[in-house]
């Protein structure tokens, strides 16, 4: 199984960015998809997840203005992102619970300029 993650970039406080994530190969249905960061210095921590039923669950620093969603047809979860603060500036990585394995994607940069 593969991820492939995008959307990434540089951008202003104030501002939005919508994350992809795609999952190829054997996968047969997925438990769960989301998101986690890492900034440089800190631990990786939740940004937000949801379940193969569509409960989502956020991290408290992104409450209101993060947004995932997912397309189990398509194998793919979303993230979107608004009113972004420099803090939230870190490396994103996709997640997907697939039979009680883990799968990562291969991280994409956001920076948020002050």
């Known amino acids: 199984v593969q991820l492939q993650a995008s959307g990434g970039g540089l951008v202003q406080a104030g501002g939005s960015l919508r994350l992809s994530c795609a999952a190829s190969?054997?996968?047969?249905?997925?438990?769960?998809m989301g998101w986690y960061r890492q900034a440089p210095g800190k631990q990786r921590e939740l940004v937000a997840r949801?379940?193969?039923?569509?409960?989502?669950f956020y991290g408290d620093a992104v409450k209101g203005r993060f947004t995932v969603s997912g397309d189990n047809a398509k194998n793919t979860v979303y993230l979107q992102m608004i009113s972004l603060k420099p803090e939230d500036t870190a490396t994103y990585y996709c997640?997907?619970?697939?039979?009680?394995?883990?799968?990562w994607g291969q991280g994409t940069l956001v920076t948020v300029s002050s």
């Open positions: 997640h997907f619970l697939i039979r009680g394995r883990d799968a």
């Open positions: 190969g054997p996968i047969f249905g997925t438990d769960g």
């Open positions: 949801i379940t193969k039923i569509g409960t989502t």
